[in-house]
């Protein structure tokens, strides 16, 4: 059932600023429109998610989403919410990025099978052959330069000064609309709110140069509710590439979200009803220890960014951390997800050769790492039934440890008590 764009938007937080006539237009039929996205990257991140989400939502009420890839503008670099110029990246570099967005987009979007089917397009397909003199001839010249320095994006930077490669962006930017309008019928510009000035460039442009009429529609930008910037970990960016952020990690983003965020994510990040949120949301009221809110949040996405036996893998290595899992789902992990589940943990690296003849427990857990200060309190440990290689719990203080207890031919998982791990690389 289609559904009604903007008061989608609404209900879900998601709409900033849209210019008058914007609904008016949506409300007459199939409209098509676009946002841009930065190809800076071979990766989007869960920060470009608000924009997949847009598309997404717009697709759904019967319009035709297209995402522009900034092959061009790529190579200018967008001043926008930036305090340091950009470095600009090569054509190959920046094909390479295109292609694996491209792939990323298209577990959102139907490119296929609908009437108002996906599309990507990039920009540098109609920039390649303009040369710079036809560009100020036939573009800078509808644009004064006292509309340009107006925009935040360009005074935020004037004091410490703006190249005038960045100045220019907004005239760039502002002909993907232009060309769009004039070549595909693109009627409405879409971005985060960050992209409001660059935006309505590509609508006075389209005024003055051809006396047509474009909309523009802005989402607000995701901050958390402490205040820090959201999109980011402790290792920094989290990413839709698994290479970049395992599955696991990318479950966890989202499961640790405070529940004021969790409450913001799951209206922005999931396709759940208005229905579905505020029973989810009573839920976790009535037994906030359940996380019920979060564990919803976080399988959603993780399912539609991965897959369903990623999201799986991710709950089953959470419980491994958590003392629930047992040996044969750590034996099951992926090394990423093992790597990933146990980053963080005191790790000792030693020479696989000690195990070839076997290596006693007790040697391995005193003289070869420092797990435990003595053999005495070692012994005493594995008597007690306290220490666990790989899950399995060992209570012979003679035990020999060979190359036949090693996960992924290459790491040995020491428990001592219930949650003090050790990993042990050889």
């Known amino acids: 059932m289609k559904t009604n764009f903007i008061e989608e938007l609404k209900w879900r937080g998601m709409l900033h600023d849209v210019m008058p006539g914007t609904e008016e237009l949506l409300n007459k039929g199939v409209v098509t429109g676009y946002i841009g996205f930065d190809p800076t990257a071979d990766s989007l991140g869960v920060g470009n998610m608000v924009q997949i989400m847009t598309l997404l939502h717009f697709q759904q009420a019967g319009h035709k989403p297209i995402a522009l890839v900034g092959g ?74 006292n509309y340009m320095l107006a925009k935040d994006s360009v005074k935020n930077r004037l004091e410490n000064g703006m190249s005038f490669t960045e100045f220019s962006y907004q005239l760039v930017q502002g002909y993907d609309f232009y060309y769009l309008w004039k070549n595909k019928g693109v009627m409405l510009q879409m971005g985060g709110s960050d992209q409001w000035g660059n935006i309505v460039t590509g609508s006075e442009l389209i005024r003055k140069k051809e006396g047509g009429e474009s909309f523009a529609l802005t989402t607000p930008l995701i901050k958390k509710a402490d205040g820090t910037k959201f999109g980011k970990s402790e290792s920094g960016n989290v990413w839709l590439d698994r290479n970049k952020t395992s599955p696991y990690k990318f ?29 989810i949301e009573l839920e976790q009221a009535a037994a ?5 809110l979060q564990k919803a949040l976080a399988k959603d996405i993780t399912i539609r960014v991965h897959s369903e036996s990623d999201y799986n893998a991710a709950i089953e290595a959470s419980e491994i951390l958590f003392g629930k899992g047992t040996a044969e789902s750590l034996q099951k992990l992926l090394e990423e997800d093992f790597l990933s589940v146990f980053e963080g943990v005191e790790q000792y690296k030693l020479l696989i050769e000690i195990l ?20 005495g309190e070692a012994r005493k440990m594995i008597q007690g039934g306290g220490v666990s290689i790989n899950k399995q719990k060992i209570e012979d203080v003679n035990f020999q440890l060979t190359t036949s207890h090693l996960l992924n031919n290459k790491y040995m998982l020491v428990q001592k008590g219930k949650k003090n791990y050790s990993l042990v690389v050889f």
């Open 356 to 375: 070839n003849d076997g290596i006693a427990l007790v040697d391995l857990l005193t003289d070869k790492t420092t797990i435990f200060p003595s053999k």
């Open 251 to 279: 479950y966890q983003f989202w499961l640790n979200a405070s529940d004021e965020d969790a409450k913001t994510y799951i209206r922005i990040f999931t396709l759940f009803t208005r229905e579905q949120i505020e029973a």
């Open 288 to 292: 906030k220890h359940t996380r019920v």
């Open 72 to 145: 061009a503008t790529g190579m200018v670099g967008d001043p926008s919410g930036k305090s340091l110029e950009r470095n600009l990246l090569s054509e190959e570099t920046l094909n390479h990025n295109l292609n694996c967005q491209q792939k990323q987009l298209e577990k959102f979007l139907d490119f296929n099978t609908l009437d108002n089917a996906a599309q990507i397009v990039n920009n540098y397909d109609w920039f390649k052959q303009f040369s710079f003199l036809e560009f100020i001839r036939d573009v800078g010249k509808y644009l004064t330069v």
